[in-house]
């Protein structure tokens, strides 16, 4: 008789209520248990670096998870708005949770950060381009995160990693590295990665890999203040949200 796997996709979506797991039709029952474990893994570790329960995980049962399906060609691991699912490739996607998670907070914060923002659009671009904002000290503490990545210290240039990152999208010709969504989500990359969690699943490369070389990850005394404001607004953000659990 077959054993069953002591972490598996089902036990995944209920503790942390997202509001669905998909896997690929390629995915075979080893992988796929496999993934589950890293998967776990990763999200447990994930919780304790935000130190905020599971509910902030899945936002609120909102988010929804792929795994080996629907990939895109080169991409490891992608975030869709409209669906608001995570998606991770099979055998390319570790590494990437902790980035594609970001992009689906920073997605979900939008229109609960600024009131004039559209269902598609992310908090860090709503920041960036000046929306109006509602106010909440949570909102505003985001905000300071934001401000941490994208300016200078003293808030009158845009920072050393925004001009790095615009730099590399003049250099290949595209416009990618330097989008505000994309520079916060390696900010909160280099954030948990700095936090030392167990899990390579999790996140991996804002230190030592071509990219992170580049400068195209947060660096130095920059590094420090964007970790510091990340700390701070998780931190009051787990508080809140145990609270409500009672």
Request: glycine fraction near 8%; charge should be neutral.
């Amino acid at each position: 008789m077959k054993t069953r796997p002591l972490i598996n996709f089902v036990m995944l979506r209920r503790e942390f209520d997202f509001r669905g797991i998909e896997m690929g039709r390629w995915v075979t029952e080893a992988e796929r248990d496999k993934a589950a474990v890293n998967f776990h893994q990763a999200l447990q570790d994930l919780m304790q670096v935000l130190g905020a329960p599971h509910s902030l995980i899945s936002l609120r049962g909102s988010l929804g998870i792929q795994y080996g399906k629907g990939g895109r060609p080169g991409v490891a691991a992608h975030y869709m708005p409209a669906t608001r699912q995570l998606a991770l490739a099979k055998n390319a996607g570790a590494g990437s949770l902790a980035h594609e998670w970001f992009h689906a907070f920073d997605h979900y914060m939008g229109t609960k950060m600024f009131a004039t923002l559209g269902n598609d659009e992310f908090a860090s671009f709503g920041w960036i381009n000046n929306a109006v904002m509602n106010p909440h000290p949570l909102n505003d503490s985001l905000a300071a995160c934001f401000k941490a990545i994208m300016l200078s210290p003293d808030g009158q240039s845009t920072s050393e990693l925004f001009q790095r990152s615009t730099q590399a999208d003049r250099t290949h010709k595209i416009l990618y590295y330097a989008k505000p969504e994309e520079l916060a989500a390696r900010a909160f990359e280099a954030f948990v990665e700095d936090c030392a969690p167990h899990s390579h699943f999790l996140v991996r490369g804002t230190r030592y890999s071509p990219e992170a070389k580049s400068g195209l990850y947060p660096q130095g005394a920059d590094r420090e203040r964007i970790n510091q404001a990340f700390k701070e607004y998780f931190h009051t953000l787990g508080q809140a949200l145990f609270r409500e659990l009672g």
